[in-house]
Nanobody, 124 residues
Framework: QVQLVESGGGLVQAGGSLRLSCAAS????????MGWFRQAPGKERDFVAA????????SYRDSVKGRFTISRDNAKNTVYLQMNSLKPDDTAVYYC?????????????????WGQGTQVTVSS
């Protein structure tokens, strides 16, 4: 069982930056691939980024490549999403997710464990 708690969301102007954090419980955090998803009002949940258990492999949706960076600190049981050059289209609830398979997060895309979400609002 993995419990995930996101933080770091908020209101920012277009062009600004935010860093989301996701703290995970459990001693097996380093065994899990981690991901970030987002869901805007009235839209489906979308994959944003994923990172392998070791941190050695990352994946991103095309619209955030070059602007967002996913990273993890296994010693702190935490995964991060650094978001730069934010746009109004990035406005959404952002969810942290964990799964033993990175392909599940990236390809399906879904995950076994989810956080409660954190709101990110980008004003124009």
């Amino acid at each position: 069982q993995v419990q995930l708690v996101e933080s770091g969301g908020g209101l920012v102007q277009a062009g600004g930056s935010l860093r989301l954090s996701c703290a995970a419980s459990g001693r097996t955090f380093s065994s899990y691939a981690m991901g970030w998803f987002r869901q805007a009002p009235g839209k489906e949940r979308d994959f944003v980024a994923a990172i392998s258990w070791s941190g050695g492999s990352t994946s991103y949706r095309d619209s955030v490549k070059g602007r967002f960076t996913i990273s993890r600190d296994n010693a702190k049981n935490t995964v991060y999403l650094q978001m730069n050059s934010l746009k109004p289209d990035d406005t959404a609830v952002y969810y942290c997710a964990a799964d033993l398979s990175r392909d599940t997060i990236v390809v399906q895309p879904t995950a076994r464990y989810w956080g409660q979400g954190t709101q990110v609002t980008v004003s124009s």
